[in-house]
């Protein structure tokens, strides 16, 4: 081996075996998509798997969307699975990762003021978002119940 091992890495160095780590992941799921790819019936059921599993995760994603949560991310790690045997899906993935950490890169170069409306901005619609979910598939108005409160007390 070139670099140092995990054993041979200094205790502040714990950066050099994460970085070698998702390398042998990487290479041994690499290496087992390839064998079930080498017979046909297992292109097709690896096909199919991760067809029925990305749209479970895709679909649970988007029914979290509404609710405060994980909906994007999961909407997103669905991607991810449809990803490894989908070319539209790693086209679409790469397109998503481009323009959020593009994203991103915009809000890092805004002043603090600006992040902070932002970041209003948003938990206001997340605010408004599970009221209206709560409100119309519960039944639970909060806003009522809180406006209720205010009047007996």
């Not at 714990?14 to 064998?35: G, M």
């Amino acid at each position: 081996m070139n670099g140092p091992t995990a054993t041979e890495a200094e205790p502040g160095s714990l950066a050099v075996a994460d970085r070698r780590e998702p390398s042998r992941w990487r290479q041994r799921i690499s290496t087992t998509l390839a064998l079930i790819r080498a017979n046909p019936t297992g292109r097709v059921a690896l096909k199919v798997v991760v067809a029925v599993v990305g749209a479970l995760v895709v679909t649970v994603g988007v029914a979290l969307i509404p609710l405060p949560g994980p909906g994007w991310l999961l909407v997103i790690a669905g991607l991810g699975v449809w990803a490894v045997e989908f070319h539209w899906a790693r086209r679409l993935l790469a397109f998503t990762r481009r323009h959020v950490q593009s994203w991103t890169q915009w809000v890092k170069e805004r002043s603090l003021s600006v992040r902070l409306v932002l970041g209003a901005v948003g938990m206001v619609f997340v605010s408004v978002v599970v009221w209206l979910s709560l409100k119309y598939s519960l039944g639970i108005d909060l806003v009522a119940q809180f406006l209720r409160y205010l009047a007996t007390t």
